[in-house]
């Protein structure tokens, strides 16, 4: 079975700080996705990466930045995390040109900023 | 761009009954998938069941099926025999065909309860 991983399942920081949320998955998927989940609005695209080094940015990428220096390890990066980020923060991962292309997700991560 | 739409926020139904969640979604490519993904409580996302979209006969997994009309761009998902632990969030999803890397566009999500 796919696993991914997420280093927190909630997480509590103050305006200002600088967050990392960190994602592994254990399959040797090529693509790696951070989605914001809020009520309302269902998951939005954060960034995405298709391989090492390399990153797309998403649908809402302002305020975050992220880091893929390991094909298993995608990590999502506030550099100062405000109120209006706080929100439901899933990862996922998927084969290279997968035809059958299913997106395996994390448990996610409660952040609150206040 | 490509936008998915689910016009019931909300959901209920009994145990054992069948409830239909829908989904609509604009674009003008004409190769695609279609998904939905179920979010119960423990927040862990699962693929419910996908449809390729040059496929006229609907997907089907077990008590889940589709209702996929490509005209009316529209991907309803049926639950038959409904039990307590498909309450969930459930999400439509849409992905443009063999690209590499192509992101999935979801919709607002229908939260389903069922009721004993």
């Not at chain 1, 914001?36 to 080094?53: A, E, H």
């Not at chain 1, 100062?80 to 899933?90: C, H």
Request: include cysteine; glycine fraction near 6%.
């Amino acid at each position: 079975d796919v696993k991914v991983t997420q280093s927190s399942r909630y997480l509590v920081k103050r305006t200002g700080e600088k967050v990392f949320l960190e994602c592994v998955q254990d399959m040797d998927h090529e693509n790696m996705f951070w989605y914001r989940q809020d009520p309302g609005l269902g998951l939005r695209l954060i960034y995405f990466s298709y391989d090492v080094k390399m990153k797309e940015k998403g649908d809402i990428p302002e305020g975050y930045s992220v880091s893929r220096e390991k094909k298993e390890r995608f990590s999502l990066i506030l550099e100062s995390a405000s109120t209006n980020q706080t929100s439901m923060y899933l990862c996922a991962s998927s084969l290279w040109a997968s035809g059958r292309y299913e997106q395996y997700f994390g448990p996610g991560t409660r952040l609150t900023v206040t | 761009a490509q936008t998915v739409t689910q016009s019931q926020p909300e959901m209920s139904v009994q145990e054992a009954e069948t409830v239909t969640l829908s989904c609509t979604y604009d674009t003008s490519e004409s190769d695609y998938y279609l998904f939905w993904y179920k979010q119960p409580p423990s927040r862990q996302m699962i693929l419910v069941i996908r449809q390729e979209a040059y496929k006229q006969q609907n997907a089907t997994e077990n008590r889940f099926s589709v209702n996929f009309q490509k005209a009316a761009k529209s991907f309803s998902l049926k639950i038959s025999d409904s039990q307590l632990g498909d309450a969930a969030m459930y999400f439509c999803a849409y992905r443009r065909g063999e690209t590499s890397g192509s992101r999935l566009t979801f919709g607002e999500g229908t939260q389903l309860t069922v009721n004993p």
